[in-house]
């Protein structure tokens, strides 16, 4: 079982910044892909970003790019997500989730590992 912890969540106005942090209990063997999704009452929840441990690749949501970026320490087994620039329809329960099979897909489905979440709220 791998647990899931998130971090770093708060209440920012807009065009301000806060860094998320996830850690996760994950086998040594560094093959797999650390997510991040956000959602709000009434709807899915949506794909952030992510990044796949051992080769580094990312992919951002298009919402994002430009805007937010996600990083490793391999060290602590952690993963980032830095987000500048915020606008009020960022606010949303934030969620790192973990795919232990290292590939990289956008669709929450595929993760098998979820935190409990992290609000972020960004006024106008």
């Known amino acids: 079982q791998v647990q899931v912890v998130e971090s770093g969540g708060g209440l920012v106005q807009a065009g301000g910044s806060l860094r998320l942090s996830c850690a996760a209990s994950?086998?040594?063997?560094?093959?797999?892909?650390m997510g991040w999704f956000r959602q709000t009452p009434g709807k899915e929840r949506e794909f952030v970003a992510a990044?796949?441990?051992?080769?580094?690749?990312?992919r951002y949501a298009d919402s994002v790019k430009g805007r937010f970026t996600i990083s490793r320490d391999n060290a602590k087994n952690a993963v980032y997500l830095q987000m500048n620039t915020l606008k009020p329809e960022d606010t949303a329960v934030y969620y790192c989730?973990?795919?232990?099979?290292?590939?990289?897909?956008?669709?929450?489905?595929?993760?098998?590992?979820w935190g409990q979440g992290t609000q972020v709220t960004v006024s106008s």
């Open positions: 989730a973990v795919d232990p099979r290292g590939l990289l897909y956008e669709s929450r489905n595929e993760y098998a590992y």
């Open positions: 994950v086998r040594t063997v560094r093959i797999y892909t």
């Open positions: 990044i796949i441990w051992n080769s580094g690749i990312i």
